[in-house]
C-alpha cells in the first residue's frame, strides 16, 4: 500500500507514507485484527483494495456498516473478499449502537454454566455465538432464545465434551477457549481442548492448577480431567481472557479466591464483579 513500516525503535511502531495506495491483499490467515486495520487504512486510498481470506466475524461486519454510515465505500464484510474505494472527502459524523458483546454473553452463559445458574441473559444476537450455544448445550445445559434473550440454565453437573477446537469464525471463538477449560475442571470426564489460533494461550492453567484442576498441556492440546471439587487459591490474571475463567472458577471454588492483575480483566468486561454481583456471586473488588 505504499506504506513505510519500522519498528526498530524502542518497541514502537512507526509507519508513514505519502500516498497510500490501493491493492490486492491476500491474507495468510483471517485475523480480525488485521482484517479491520486493512479496511481503515484503506478508506482514504488511492484506488480500490481487496482483502481476500478476510476475517468473517460479525464484528467485521459492524466495521463495515459503521464506516458506510459515515460515507465509506466498503462492501462484502462476512464473505471471504471485502472490497474498499478509497474516498477523498473526509467522513461524516453519525451516530452508531455497536452490536452485544458475544464473548461476555459467551462468559456469563459459563458462569450460569459452572454454578448450576438460572440465567436470563438480555440483549444479546445468538447468531452471532452460536457454536458457544451448541457447546454449552453439549455439557448438558438447558438453552432456550427468543429473539434478543437467552436463557439458560446449568445442569447440576457439568459433562465432558469429547473434543473442542478454537477456529476463526463461525467456529468455536480462542476467546472462550479460557472460560470453558475452566468449565470443563469440574465437569464429569475428560475433554480435549485444542487450540489452532493462538500459541501459548494457556497461561491460565498455570493457575487453574494451584486450585486443584487436574489439566494436561503438550503443545496446543489440553486434556481436562474433571475433579469434584476446585479450591480456593490466591492466582494471578495472565491476560484478558484467561483472568476471567480464573474469575469464574472462583464462584465454584470452597473457600476464598483472589484474582490479582484484574486490569487485565478490565479490558474486556465493564465491571465484571457487579453484573455477577447482580445475579447472586459473592464478589467484590479489592485495591
Known amino acids: 500500500m505504499g506504506v513505510e513500516v519500522n519498528d526498530a525503535v524502542g518497541g514502537f511502531i512507526t509507519c508513514k507514507a505519502s500516498v ?36 468473517k466475524e460479525p464484528e467485521i ?79 448438558g445445559c438447558h438453552i432456550s432464545e427468543h429473539n434478543n434473550l437467552i436463557h439458560i440454565k446449568g445442569p447440576d453437573r457439568l459433562e465432558y465434551i469429547d473434543i473442542i477446537r478454537t477456529l476463526p469464525y463461525p467456529g468455536f471463538p480462542t476467546d472462550m477457549q479460557a472460560q470453558i477449560v475452566s468449565m470443563l475442571t469440574t465437569a464429569r470426564g475428560t475433554s480435549i481442548v485444542v487450540e489452532t489460533v493462538f500459541e501459548n494461550r494457556y497461561k491460565h492453567v498455570e ?16 486434556v481436562v480431567k474433571g475433579v469434584d471439587r476446585l479450591v480456593g487459591a490466591n492466582v494471578t490474571a495472565r491476560d484478558l481472557r484467561g483472568g476471567a475463567g480464573l ?21 474486556g468486561y465493564e465491571s465484571i464483579e457487579a453484573d455477577l454481583s447482580s445475579i447472586g456471586a459473592v464478589i467484590k473488588r479489592e485495591e
Request: charged content about 25%; proline content about 2%.
Open 20 to 55: 497510500i495506495k490501493g491493492c490486492d491483499i491476500h491474507l495468510d490467515y483471517p485475523s480480525v485484527g488485521a482484517t479491520e486495520n486493512i479496511i481503515l487504512t484503506s478508506v482514504f486510498a488511492d484506488g480500490v483494495t481487496y482483502v481476500r481470506n478476510a476475517a
Open 247 to 267: 474469575v469464574l472458577s472462583g464462584l465454584v471454588a470452597e473457600g476464598k479466591t483472589i484474582v490479582e492483575n484484574t486490569t487485565h480483566v478490565d479490558r
Open 61 to 139: 461486519i459492524d466495521l463495515q456498516n459503521y464506516l458506510r454510515k459515515m460515507g465509506a465505500r466498503v462492501s462484502g464484510a462476512g464473505s471471504g473478499v471485502i472490497r474498499i474505494e478509497g474516498v477523498e472527502k473526509c467522513l461524516k459524523s453519525v451516530d452508531k449502537n455497536i452490536i452485544p458483546d458475544r464473548i461476555v454473553a459467551g462468559t456469563y452463559m459459563t458462569a450460569a454454566a459452572m454454578t448450576g445458574g438460572d440465567v436470563v441473559l438480555r440483549n444479546v444476537i445468538p447468531e452471532h455465538f452460536r457454536s458457544i450455544i451448541y457447546t454449552m448445550k453439549e455439557s
Open 207 to 222: 493457575e487453574l492448577l494451584r486450585m486443584g484442576a487436574d489439566i494436561k498441556v503438550q503443545g496446543r492440546i489440553a
